[in-house]
């Protein structure tokens, strides 16, 4: 594991700037993921129509992958969250470098600096 240098270079305003959109972030989500479960209960009944019971699957499908991207999200969040406390937040998953605070505004779940998160691209891209 990598030196945690960044909340030490971080000022305070932002940590707290960061914190507050992570917490508004997952306020947001836990909003959208009991909107979706309410929508996966509201669907329940059985259909005598087998179009309208392969529509109602298909759409179940996709709620329930919605629900799973949500979680997901949500666990990110956490994990950000739980980062910032412990003051590891803010330092590349890959090289241990900081990331600019500018790209941690930008996108508070960010665990690569944008030199790595690049070169991972480029290499996805050659490999897919």
């Not at 700037?17 to 947001?28: R, T």
């Not at 998953?93 to 600019?100: K, P, R, Y």
Request: aromatic share 2%; charged share 30%.
């Amino acid at each position: 594991m990598w030196p945690t240098r960044k909340i030490d270079t971080m000022k305070e305003k932002d940590i707290n700037q960061i914190k507050a959109l992570l917490m508004a972030q997952l306020g947001e989500l836990k909003a959208q993921a009991d909107t979706t479960f309410t929508g996966l209960i509201d669907e329940a009944g059985c259909l005598p129509d087998l179009a309208d019971q392969a529509s109602l699957e298909s759409e179940r499908e996709n709620l329930l992958r919605k629900r799973d991207r949500e979680n997901r999200m949500i666990r990110d969040v956490l994990a950000a969250l739980q980062r910032l406390d412990e003051g590891s937040y803010g330092t590349c998953d890959i090289c241990g470098e900081d990331i600019a605070l500018a790209r941690l505004k930008a996108q508070p779940l960010a665990t690569m600096c944008i030199t790595c998160k690049t070169e991972m691209e480029k290499q996805q891209t050659h490999c897919g």
